[in-house]
């Protein structure tokens, strides 16, 4: 067994090998002559490392000590030390994170284009078979298979930190999902109504008709649909903090007549409605509970009416990244089309659209990240350093998800396969 | 083993019970004690028909005998004999169509109607557990298993009947494929043309651009990209008949500089392209050849550009009309979404982009029918009565198939997933 495997075996079960929270995993101390003395050992291994990783235009360097990389790199990575760039090497996807999130790792240049780089370096690296990052792919995929569950627990982890907190960088929309740009250069208040009204028309809402929302978040697009669209909206949600907000705010604008704010699960939803709509909650649900979710839209659509689905997935089928999974968004996975199948086909309901929006997502994520900055001393005072490092790291790597074509966002729009109330083509969607 | 076991269970290897031409199965002479005397025993079979197609409106009879029904039928089916009667009820989704076709069963009404109102029937039945027909489907299954082979015989099966009997009624475009309507009273040339562009706007082609299509019909579409948008195209068909047409007709349209026809199977295609395009022909692919096919495009694009199948589908997996794939399509198979991934996630592509058109297939079938009635004559002189029955039923199915939502027609939009040289929005389709 090597220094790495060690460290690996070992795991959290170790005391902490310097002062970091409570939530941070422990780093074993590793005799430094596992890897030999000197630069020499610690170059090794930051190549192995940089190799891992597909060798992309990066420099990995230990403060006043070794560093590798190409000739112009894009970013500098520094580890504190050396026990840091071990402890990382072990786990990579998981550990780099947290070790950036607690400072022990420091990033020179642009994050955004760092993460990219790597992000796409990886992807290259697929299917050529290094021996450590398949092992590290192993360990790290065994883990994930058993976090789908708990949703309410999961759910509250991200969403009740603090309403407080999220106003502060999603604008005044309150919609913390992809925005639609008509054109690239909208604000992103601009980008979230246009992605309230473009979700509406796509569902074709007409005045007096119902409409049910599994996840609503602070339910901004319920009430844009109740106040734009005339219809009655019944919006689900177990986000205690959401709904509270929710219901506070639809009163304070007179909207309480025609939204209704349920904190409960979206199995749980009765009733007949026109359409039924949900943006940005089946990342949350697992690819297990599918079936289930078709056929809660199956029973409240009664063989007509109209659904949308707006959802992160990906190209093929992957777990969440490590890190995301167990710091940001615990119990989450983006499906791929195979897996969102599973909604649809068992209920015969038709696909009738599509749309990949990823690149709004990375423009999206842009202006959440620089309101976040801008906000990030107030961040501090709410919390800690190491959160908003914490936050900073996640908005930036989403970017990069987005621009490498890691995740997708697909809008889908689906119908009973027996109803043939279906629009007649999409140009209505484009007429201003 | 009663009669109907009787009948099912000799099947094709008996001499003919009536004059049929050779490619009709068999018919045995039931004993007329098997079901019992007189018009009772016909009316109990007729009932249990109606039953096992799941109560349509429809009125059942046998000529100058029993019949059984509803109040006000769409339409009314009469077999010419007891023994045609017994033989269509051991099997009717296969011999229903054969029974038609060589005029032993006859339809008084509309045809469409009818098929759509057995078929919305159907649909409610399924899950309901009728053990005949659950029988039957388990008989009918069985058999399609083993058919999705051997696609050179199975395209000019159907492709390679005559280009002029497709000339009398898919209008001067010769595109025997779903249009696109940008309203519903386009005429067929408009709408056939419409797809075209439909087509070339979704794969933003630029005047320089290389496009390979596979499975190219006629040519017409790939001419149509060459004169219209300025593209060179290289466009692959395995129907012999269909490449000499489309070659004389760019030779004559002076496009043959821009134009290649290439006589060989989509597994063969070579080059590097900037679009790929299929239109209709992954119908004619098969489930197991999907991730072949996706490899194919992924060597043609290369890491960029674009990508557009356009196919006939289904809302969940299942296997085509029996009678429609002995007769019409042998080795067809509309695929699910779930399926239709198989191309796409082995290789890392994105979909961009999926329109559901179904509507506008029935719209483009009903236009076809009125065209091959119209010229029904002249059909009945290249052939015979019987193939003129055999296409109307086909062209009739085909129209209910799209109108009940049996099947689907979508087009895929996608592009490698590493690329981003992908539309910010859907609005530029829609502009005049």
Redesign the interface.
Known sequence: MNAIEQSLAKGPEHPPGNAVTAATPSRPELPAQAFGEGKRADRWALSRLLASLGSPPIELAIRDGARVGVGSPIARVTFDSRATMLWVLADVPSRFGDAYSDGTVTVEGDLVSLIEAVD?AG?RT?GRRDPFAARVSRVLHRRHLNTLSGSRDNIHHHYDIGNAFYELWLGSTMAYTCA?????DATLDEAQLAKMDHVCRKLRLKPGESVVEAGCGWGMLAMHMARRYGVRVRAFNISHEQILWARERAKREGLAGSVEFVEDDYRNISGRYDAFVSVGMLEHVGVKNYTALGGVVQRCLGGRGRGLIHSIGR???APLHPWTEKRIFPGGHPP???E???I???W?????????L??HYAQTLRHWLALFEGASERVRAMFDEKFVRMWRLYLSGSIAAF???SM?L?QVVFAP????D?P????D???S
């Not at 015969?348 to 990949?356: A, F, Q, R, Y």
């Not at 396969?417 to 043939?420: D, T």
Request: charged letters at 25%; a positive charge.
């Open positions: 796409r992807r697929v639609y740009y008509p054109t690239p190209n093929r089928p791929a089309p195979s969102m199948a599973r649809f086909e068992p015969d309901l038709s696909i009738l659209d599509v749309e990949n990823r690149l621009t490498t074509g997708q697909f396969g027996e109803s043939n279906i007649w083509t999409r140009a969607l484009y007429a």
